[in-house]
């Protein structure tokens, strides 16, 4: 038998993907309908681009969610962060869930009333509450999660003047072991600024301190934090009941728990990474449950959970424009969703499909935006196969901050619909037309 002859190894140099043991992945799968509605259906009657958003996905995560919680703790409040996506039918959806609203500004405050959310139901972050915001909260009986020492004084001269006892809690900023440490929201705990907060509010005796509330962050990968949060907010709990006989209705440990989306740079898939719900209610709910809290008078868990629960119930669907070789022969493909409509894509390496079932034979693609700038890239790199002008693609995910933090630039705002639990659709935010603008801008009558 002779001896095999020697070939060198070669290396190549991955742009795109992930490989597995076999090499690179070459398949790429596709998306031809969201909840059974043919993904070009919805294209030819609502235009390109359009947002989906499964009413179907949304009730099962959530309920997912609410299950991961309250089968380990008794008593478990879910408040729909506004922010996350406030487009009033999705608020609804959560509400009709029994959601309660989690709002950060005057503006989604007065959405979530609109929203037919009870006063008593609205939790009121953030740093921006004017004068008048925080009267009309006090009048709500509204839960009022103060951020700095500057909003306390003015609810403190609110509650002189009004014959309601505001409903309060702080919020509360710590070291998590987790990085960057958000410091710049409420109180910090460990230098301590945050007992001496609630030492104000409860020498004060004029407003009524319900609760403690925390959000560590966003998309955080563990449920270790949490522990670490739930761990510190229950310290300044029996710390006020031992010193003020006091006992905190409830602790709010925020959002933050990650998508399967994954973040640029990440080595695996967001798929592979992120925790499921019971890793994070294992966390805080173990915390809570072997802690020195009285457990027969247990405070409620209140979560604000935005991301992790609406991402993945929203599609943007979209068209190609054109193809075309990059200057050093690299293909690229440019597609009418910019990231005017996908603000995640600046942190998110997005899944992105074709809409009809492709061959194997892909190629690394610049995708971009329709955008005249530079910067409008949904993906640098990406596996993808040969797709025409015309044809459709499906980016996944996209439920969470995309239909709050879109820009509008260039162009319209294109249409949202909504796919009922039945299959039916509903236009839920109209495409933006010249008469939106027009309603808007005034030019002075000098400039004719
Ligand atoms: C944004 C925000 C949330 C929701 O955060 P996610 O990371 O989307 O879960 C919850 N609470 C507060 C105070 C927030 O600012």
């Known amino acids: 038998m002779s001896k095999l002859a020697y070939e060198r190894p070669i290396i190549n140099k991955i742009n795109a993907g992930v490989p597995d043991k076999y090499g690179m992945q070459t398949q790429v799968g596709s998306i031809p309908y969201i909840?059974?509605?043919?993904?070009?259906?919805?294209?030819?009657?609502?235009?390109?681009?359009?947002?989906a958003v499964s009413e179907k996905i949304i009730r099962r995560k959530y309920r997912e969610a609410h299950k991961a919680f309250s089968s380990?703790?008794?008593?478990?409040?879910?408040?729909?962060?506004?922010?996350?996506?406030?487009?009033?039918?999705?608020?609804k959806v959560y509400h009709s869930e029994g959601s309660w609203a989690e709002v950060v500004s005057g503006f989604e405050y007065d959405k979530a009333i609109l929203n037919g959310v009870e006063g008593h139901h609205i939790i009121f972050n953030g740093p921006d509450k004017s004068e008048e915001d925080l009267k009309k909260a006090v009048e709500n009986k509204s839960l009022i999660h103060i951020d700095h020492f500057d909003e306390l004084y003015m609810l403190l001269a609110i509650a002189d003047s009004s014959k309601e006892r505001p409903k309060v809690a702080i919020r509360i900023n710590m070291d998590t072991g987790i990085h960057p440490q958000w410091d710049r929201f409420g109180f910090n705990y460990e230098n301590g600024e945050a007992w001496n907060a609630l030492n104000r509010i409860l020498v004060s005796k004029k407003l009524d301190l319900v609760g403690l509330h925390t959000h560590i962050g966003t998309y955080i990968m563990s449920g270790a934090p949490y522990a670490v949060a739930t761990s510190k907010l229950i310290d300044l709990a029996l710390r006020v009941d031992e010193k003020f006989n006091h006992k905190i209705k409830y602790l709010d440990l925020g959002g933050g728990f990650?998508?399967?989306?994954?973040?640029?740079?990440?080595?695996?898939?967001?798929?592979?990474?992120?925790?499921?719900?019971?890793?994070?209610?294992?966390?805080?709910?173990n915390t809570i449950l072997n802690s020195e809290l009285d457990p027969n008078n247990l405070p409620t868990l209140i979560l604000e959970t935005g991301r992790a629960l609406v991402d993945e119930?929203?599609?943007?669907l979209g068209t190609v424009l054109a193809n075309k070789r990059l200057a050093d022969g690299r293909r690229s493909m440019i597609i009418d969703i910019g990231i005017n409509m996908l603000f995640t894509s600046f942190w998110y390496d997005h899944d992105m499909?074709?809409?009809?079932?492709?061959?194997?034979?892909?190629?690394?693609?610049?995708?971009?935006?329709?955008?005249?700038?530079?910067i409008d890239v949904i993906r640098s790199a990406i596996r993808f196969p040969s797709l025409e002008k015309g044809?459709?693609?499906?980016?996944?995910?996209?439920?969470?901050?995309?239909?709050?933090?879109?820009?509008?630039?260039i162009?319209?705002?294109?249409?949202?619909?909504?796919?009922?639990?039945?299959?039916?659709?509903?236009v839920i935010r109209k495409k933006e037309t010249m008469d939106t603008f027009k309603a808007q801008e005034i030019s002075p009558k000098y400039l004719g």
Request: proline share 7%; net charge negative.
């Open 411 to 426: 162009t319209y705002r294109p249409n949202i619909v909504l796919i009922d639990q039945e299959g039916k659709t509903h």
């Open 313 to 316: 119930a929203g599609y943007i």
């Open 353 to 374: 499909v074709p809409a009809k079932p492709k061959s194997q034979f892909t190629e690394d693609t610049s995708i971009y935006g329709p955008l005249c700038m530079n």
């Open 35 to 51: 909840d059974e509605i043919p993904v070009e259906k919805l294209l030819s009657e609502y235009g390109s681009p359009l947002y």
């Open 72 to 91: 380990r703790y008794p008593k478990v409040q879910f408040a729909w962060s506004y922010k996350t996506n406030y487009l009033d039918a999705i608020c």
């Open 391 to 409: 044809e459709n693609v499906v980016i996944p995910r996209i439920g969470a901050y995309n239909m709050t933090q879109w820009l509008q630039f």
């Open 258 to 285: 990650a998508s399967a989306n994954t973040l640029k740079g990440a080595y695996l898939s967001g798929k592979d990474t992120c925790p499921s719900y019971a890793d994070y209610a294992d966390a805080i709910t």
